[in-house]
């Protein structure tokens, strides 16, 4: 044996000790410093976002504040036009209610079955709901009255009297004539005198009559102006005769001297129908004042006017002395029912089956 053997070793390519656990470090480090990285910026956007939402909670509850403040305003409001409204009410129905010296207003209105009937009668019987001491004599041009006035009247709890009277033949207005064609509402109002003299005819019955279209439109004043009428009453109408508006004339002693009429001014009172009410006293004296089919177009107001005053002095201009117009001469437009026609085609039902229009 050699003293001094040859010892061989082997080296292997191996990486240095430590090198592979260095780079998992690595690896980790850099995914702490991307999630890092990652976080911070979640930060920002997060409070960007706690920030607007902030703002949004701000501005959410500023306007809440706000539409709060409004609407206690509108309450207040509301309650106060309540309360002047409700007082108002009361101050003149106590005011009214048992005083045999307040006079009744009766308010004829002629009226027909049309399509825009309901929502008509249905405008004025609001007005009427407000006014104290207010008769409504509704006469229908008819042989029978019909429920859906009668209902009407019932559902709108006005002191009233419903009456029918049929216009005759002769007289009645054809599909194509102009309503200026034949005199309306002729047989109707005299059906309502007649009833006036037959159940208000005694000494203690005092009362104003007035001829109230359901077509026009009223104001509330109106009618605490008329109780005022001693003998005729008169006052401006709006939008009638071509005019804006149609007044008597009244001179500074407070006496009617004329009127300001352009259509048929000729006539002994030019005068629309709304612009005059009558003390019922002067009904119930005399029978001969009433309407009549034989006179000429427009002359229905000068025909019963000259059977209670003889002359323009008689009048009493009311409203500031005919210079405040409280009644306006409206006129609905007949509506079309195109579609109707295209249901029945079509073999459907009328799209108010079942229903009062």
Known sequence: MSPNPTVKIKYHSLAPIGDSSMKKKKKVLFLIVILVVFIWILGIFSRSSESDLELGEDSLRAMLIQTQEELRISRQQMLHYEQ????????????????????????????YARPVQKAELTRLSHTFMLVPKLHWIIVEDATNKTELVANLLKESNINHTHLHALTPDQYK?????????????????????????????????KGIVYFADDDNSYSLKLFSEMRRVKRVGVWPVGLVGGLK????????????????????????????????????????????????????????ESAILSKVVTSLSQLEPLADNCTKVYVWHTRTIDPTFA???VLKKKHMAPSDLGMEV
């Open 245 to 300: 508006v149609e007044k008597s004339l009244v001179n500074a002693q407070g006496k009617v001297i004329g009127f300001n009429s352009m259509w048929a001014p000729q006539r002994p009172f030019p005068i629309d129908m709304a612009g005059f009410a009558i003390n019922l006293d002067l009904i119930n004296r005399n029978e001969n004042v009433k309407f009549s089919f034989d006179v000429d177009r427009g002359y229905q």
């Open 84 to 111: 002047m409204l409700t007082s108002s009410c009361v101050d003149q129905i106590n005011a009214y209610h048992g005083n045999d010296q307040v006079p009744t207003i009766y308010v004829i209105t002629p009226t």
């Open 173 to 205: 207005l054809k599909k194509k004539d102009g309503h200026w064609k034949k005199p309306r509402g002729v047989q109707q109002r005299n059906a309502a005198l007649d009833w006036l003299r037959l159940f208000r005819s005694s000494d203690n019955d």
């Open 339 to 341: 579609y109707e026609a």
